[in-house]
């Protein structure tokens, strides 16, 4: 069967894309907390420590990273996440851990 061929009985099949909006430097300041993929494809979280010229070091546990600013996302507080009904919000507990 074709994907043409499939009744959808007048639902609403728009595809609506969403463009991630990159992190510049003037967006994001010390102690906010961020994702990025490591060169190795993982998925790693940290805390921002400086802001560069063009990287943000960031800490993950002991190891602190330099990452570009438009390889960052933002992480939303898991509590925070509850209150606005985010589903991009992470659930968990945020731990510092000092270098």
């Not at 992190?23 to 993929?37: E, P």
């Not at 390889?71 to 606005?84: N, R």
Request: charge should be negative; charged fraction near 25%; aromatic fraction near 6%.
């Amino acid at each position: 069967m074709n994907y043409t061929e499939i009744d959808l009985d007048g639902a609403d099949v728009t595809i609506a894309t969403q463009k991630r909006q990159a992190i510049d430097r003037n967006r994001l300041s010390v102690g906010d907390r961020v994702a990025f993929k490591g060169r190795d494809g993982q998925e790693r979280f940290g805390e921002v420590v400086k802001l560069n010229t063009k990287t943000a070091s960031v800490q993950v546990g002991t190891v602190r990273w330099r990452v570009g600013y438009g390889l960052l996302a933002p992480v939303i507080d898991g509590a925070l996440g509850d209150l606005v009904d985010d589903p991009l919000a992470l659930p968990g507990v945020w731990s510092r851990v000092d270098p």
